[in-house]
Structures are given as C-alpha cells and as structure tokens.
C-alpha cells in the first residue's frame, strides 16, 4: 500500500476564436472636427447613461464605445472618399471623350 495516488490529466489543444485583433487608430482623424464632435458627444452620453458605475468599468465602456464610433466614422469616412474619386474619374473621362470627340475644330460644350 501506497499513500500515493494515480493522477490522470488528459489535455485537449482547442484553439480559442480569434478576434479581430488589436484597435489602432490613425491619428489623422484626430483633426477632423466632424470626428472630435462625434466622440465628445458620445462620451457625454455615455457618462450620462453610466454615471453609476465605477470610474474603471465607466473608463473602459468609453473607450469602447470610441472605438466602435471610430470603426464607424472612418467606414463611413472610406465610402464618400471612394464615391468622390469615382465621380472624377468619370468626370474625367467624359472631359477626355469631349476632347476627343471635338478633335482639332477649337469648341466643345463641357459638362
């Protein structure tokens, strides 16, 4: 007899969900004032709505909350610069065609 006994440890290698990853933020966007309005707007709010948390827990759902406003805003920020740089490039390609429509006779009506 023995005062020690069998232990069995059997270990499964699940692999964790992965996230997103990590939240880096270009500082650019910092000056935009359309942006800086947007943030201060949802930090007032969210002190608002949580004054009754305490400050980590409050500090930690703002920074949240600026990260997803942020994802948002610069989505939002990518579509229109896209939707602008299309409308030149059509742009410009109607001027060209015009240009090369009128050839060398001097007058074409553009746009």
Not at 17 to 27: D, I, Q, V
Not at 55 to 81: A, C, D, M, V
Not at 88 to 104: A, F, M, W, Y
Request: a positive charge.
């Amino acid at each position: 007899m023995t005062d020690h006994s069998l232990v069995a440890l059997k270990l499964n290698n699940i692999q964790p969900e992965r996230g997103p990853g990590y939240f880096k933020l270009n500082n650019s966007i910092i000056l935009d004032t359309q942006y800086q309005t947007q943030i201060k707007q949802e930090i007032i709010h969210t002190v608002q709505n949580i004054s009754d948390a305490n400050p980590n827990t409050l500090w930690e759902i703002i920074k949240g909350n600026i990260r997803n406003t942020t994802i948002r805003y610069t989505s939002f920020k990518q579509k229109e610069t896209r939707k602008l740089k299309e409308k030149t490039l059509r742009d410009i390609e109607k001027l060209q065609s015009q240009l090369h429509n009128t050839g060398t006779t001097g007058k074409a009506s553009i746009m």
